[in-house]
């Protein structure tokens, strides 16, 4: 979303403290290129690294040739070598990680590889660096740099630590407390990450007013800007080989870019000429949001809040100032307020409408908003943090228009109703790209040297023209490499024939049935995975009791704490929907079994969904088997992938959903999941467990 926080999905939480060598390690060379545009590691070809008796062999404890992994290692090299793009799928066991990082540090060019999850982001730099770096340079004398970035709000700002600390405007003793453990420990900090603060709450309020988001950051112009961490990670980011960043930063700093129009200061990440994206099933979604545009009542709010935090601090707190900020406020509050009613997610399909009843309202939010902006520029001798209010108050201006206003085909208008406590309600306007594949392509596709795409679930019958198309990557080359683990004999595949329809309301007893069943040969151990909280809280209420194994549901604990009592218990059962579809990895036999209840269509009359299919329709296409069925697809081959995650796993994976036999579609999702032997009978599936 152009809502210019930068804020990505790393959160700070559970990271222990580390100091700056944790975060880069400079290499030998400190000049402004990528210290190993000398290509370290380029004098072993990628064969004699990975196959049997190479480097690999000879420095990894658990080495196994993996063909898989050198095949990948040689496309990704390939790619870079020809400044192409490259699509390739390696499933679970490859060890795609090393087959790219690999062929990235031979090639001597500066490298971003950007994931969906801060887990990755941290084996990366943890782990596979550091054992590269080892592998490759066993005497020491030479090391990889590589900085490990993080969304900008989880930094501290220290112009406004500054400034509170002459200003001092805190709310309670928790705040109290809270600051001076923050400003004792930036006098210390090298890296302003606020993971080093282990006691400071996820949610502090505090600490929202003191991150270094971009839309409150008045750059080169900061009096802070030299000491400034953000600029220290720009820094160290211009001087690294490898850059580990997560899709939710890549994408904002993109974003932030193309609204600077290239200025020499605007972004974070340096350029690269090779970009890798892992877990990259998950960029249409992240793009989609960050390409959008989102309004929202709460950021007027916080618009409000930050000004008058200012003029507070400043001393400019004017009756002038002040009534145009409680317009603002009022305006903004009354105008959201008449927004459509509806459930969560739903179209804006009357903007018109909406507008021609409620124009004066509308009309009077942006003229409030152009008063504040010139309020702020008509200050005298105003300080340099005042221009970022007034722009951020004409972009506001801007956006809202934008999303009222604008006519575009390929736009997608729509509004989100999000509960926030018992009474509270978030209410925000969206806009989001139906295609994101014409952007992506004008935007970064054509822009970059090498794009690596890889996931291990991105080819959906064995092929991947659906993700290349989905997110506009042409002339790439595509790979899709068998995996490493023996299916056959690691997982079985149920499907139940005799269940009724999932769609049917006969369906959830009898599911729960059979899910009972089920745990008792496998004794437990099973993550059941549903794709609507409603039937996951229907089956656990109906199984409550009528098992002997201990249960979790998804909603009781956060995911971690939920993740770790699975762990820790045995025989457990845990409940949950998407969040733990993907991205979650328990080895071992403490996890036996994965149950899902039925195909994961993406639910239809979701905006963005709706208008996708729509838009593919109207374009000639079949939305059904161009859009929905491979996206199902791909996430039944994530929820399935949380069985095996070794090559000493082994389990059941099983859909109650025999749409998937019944179905002419049903070939299509049964052709894209690993080679499991596959059965329909609960004799076969006690056979397996040894019953
Ligand atoms: S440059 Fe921006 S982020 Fe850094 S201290 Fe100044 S205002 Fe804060």
Redesign the pocket.
């Known amino acids: 979303m152009l809502d210019g926080t930068g804020e990505g999905g790393t959160s700070a939480d559970g990271l222990c403290y580390f100091n700056l060598s944790d975060y880069y390690r400079d290499s030998v060379s400190s000049s402004f290129q990528p210290a190993s545009s000398a290509a370290p590691g380029g004098t072993i070809s990628l064969y004699n690294f990975f196959s049997p008796g190479g480097l690999l062999s000879q420095t990894h404890p658990a080495y196994e040739f993996r063909r898989g992994q050198l095949q990948m290692a040689q496309a990704v090299g390939q790619a870079i070598e020809e400044r192409r793009h490259l699509i390739v799928e390696a499933g679970t066991g490859t060890g795609k990680t090393l087959a790219y990082l690999m062929p990235a540090i031979r090639s001597g060019k500066r490298v971003i590889i950007s994931t969906g999850t801060k887990n990755l982001q941290e084996q990366l730099f943890y782990k596979d660096v550091p054992f590269l770096e080892k592998a490759l340079f066993p005497d020491g004398n030479r090391a990889l740099s590589v900085c490990y970035m993080k969304g ?1 709000n989880n ?6 630590l500054y400034e509170l600390t002459e200003q001092p405007v805190l709310n309670g003793l928790d705040e109290i407390e809270q600051y001076r453990a923050i400003a004792a420990w930036e006098q210390t900090t090298r890296t302003g990450d606020r993971a080093e603060l282990a006691d400071l709450p996820e949610a502090s309020a505090l600490w929202h007013k003191l991150d ?3 839309d ?5 112009k ?4 030299d ?5 220290e990670m720009r820094r160290r980011a211009l001087e690294s080989d490898i850059v580990i960043v997560n899709h939710h930063l890549f994408f904002a700093d993109l974003g932030i870019k193309q609204q600077a129009e290239g200025a020499p200061d605007a972004g974070i990440l340096p350029d690269a000429a090779v970009v890798i994206f892992d877990e990259a099933h998950e960029l249409e979604d992240v793009a989609g949001s960050y390409f959008g545009i989102s309004v929202s009542a709460a950021r007027f709010e916080e618009l409000c809040r930050d000004i008058e935090n200012f003029l507070q601090r400043n001393h400019n707190y004017t009756a002038s100032f002040s009534g145009a900020i409680k317009t603002l406020r009022e305006r903004s509050a009354f105008f959201f307020s008449l927004l459509p009613e509806g459930d969560s997610r739903f179209a804006f399909e009357n903007r018109h409408e909406f507008l021609e009843e409620n124009g004066d309202e509308f009309l009077a939010v942006q003229q409030s908003l152009v008063r504040i902006a010139s309020e702020i520029e008509n200050m005298p001798s105003k300080p340099e ?1 005042a221009f ?1 209010f007034a722009r951020r108050a004409q972009e506001f201006h801007v956006q809202l228009g934008f999303v009222l206003e604008h006519e575009d085909p390929n736009t997608v208008f729509w509004i989100e109703r999000r509960r926030a406590g018992r009474e509270k309600q978030h209410v925000s306007l969206q806009a989001t790209p139906i295609d994101v594949g014409p952007v992506l392509r004008e935007a970064l596709w054509s822009k970059l040297d090498t794009a690596i795409l890889t996931s291990a679930t991105l080819a959906v019958g064995g092929a991947l023209d659906y993700i290349r198309s989905r997110l506009g990557v042409d002339h790439a080359r595509n790979v899709v490499l068998p995996s490493h683990f023996d299916y056959q004999n690691q997982a079985l595949f149920y499907v139940p024939p005799d269940l009724p329809d999932p769609r049917t309301p006969q369906f959830a007893s009898k599911a729960a049935e059979r899910i009972r069943k089920l745990l008792e040969i496998t004794r437990g151990r099973a993550f059941v995975l549903f794709t609507s909280y409603a039937q996951m809280r229907d089956i656990y209420q109906r199984l409550l009791g009528e098992i002997e194994f201990p249960m979790l549901l998804q909603g009781d604990a956060p995911k971690s704490a939920l993740l770790e009592e699975f762990r820790a218990t045995p025989h457990c059962v845990l409940f949950a929907t998407s969040s733990f579809w993907q991205g979650v990895d328990v080895q071992g036999e403490q996890l036996s079994c994965v149950i899902i209840d039925r195909l994961p269509f993406a639910v239809p009359s979701d905006p963005v969904v709706a208008a996708r299919v729509k838009a593919i329709d109207s374009n000639g296409g079949n939305a059904f088997f161009d859009y929905q069925v491979p996206a199902a697809v791909i996430t039944l081959k994530q929820g399935f992938g949380r069985l095996i995650r070794s090559l000493h796993d082994r389990g059941l994976v099983a859909l109650l959903d025999n749409r998937i036999l019944k179905k002419q579609y049903g070939r299509i999702f049964v052709d894209s999941l690993p080679n499991y032997r596959r059965s329909t009978d609960l004799n076969v599936v006690e056979q397996w467990f040894g019953l």
Do not use: D, N, P
């Open positions: 900008r930094y501290l700002c220290r112009r406004k270094a988001r971009a409150t950051c008045t750059g080169q900061c009096s802070s800007w000491k400034c961490f953000i600029t943090e970022s």
